[in-house]
């Protein structure tokens, strides 16, 4: 069973940034694809960005710019580095690692961005 550890959600004001890591327990992390979404309350849950098995990288147009995901394999994480955040990025961050069966998704992290 693996376990994902979230960790650097917060307060930060508009222009800040943050970041997000994403700890999977286990040895299978670099089979999955790992990514994260996010959600406010009374909206569906939105992908934000992915990283592949194979390093590839993807993002929702609203962050393209702004947010940067990375991996680390042999630390078993995934990061989400945002900058310039805006109030309308404020949301539950989760972190999911998917691809393969079965599937998991982390506990989530809040990100509020207000001043």
């Known amino acids: 069973q693996v376990q994902l550890v979230e960790s650097g959600g917060g307060l930060v004001q508009p222009g800040g940034s943050l970041r997000l890591s994403c700890a999977a327990s286990?040895?299978?992390?670099?089979?999955?694809?790992v990514g994260w979404y996010r959600q406010t309350p009374g909206k569906q849950r939105e992908w934000v960005a992915y990283?592949?098995?194979?390093?590839?990288?993807n993002y929702v147009d609203s962050v393209k710019g702004r947010f940067t995901i990375s991996r680390d394999n042999a630390k078993n994480t995934v990061y989400l580095q945002m900058n310039s955040l805006k109030p309308e990025d404020t949301a539950v961050y989760y972190c999911r690692l998917w691809g393969r069966s079965p599937e998991y998704w982390g506990q989530g992290t809040q990100v509020t961005v207000a001043s």
């Open positions: 286990g040895s299978i992390f670099s089979l999955y694809i």
């Open positions: 990283s592949n098995s194979g390093g590839s990288t």
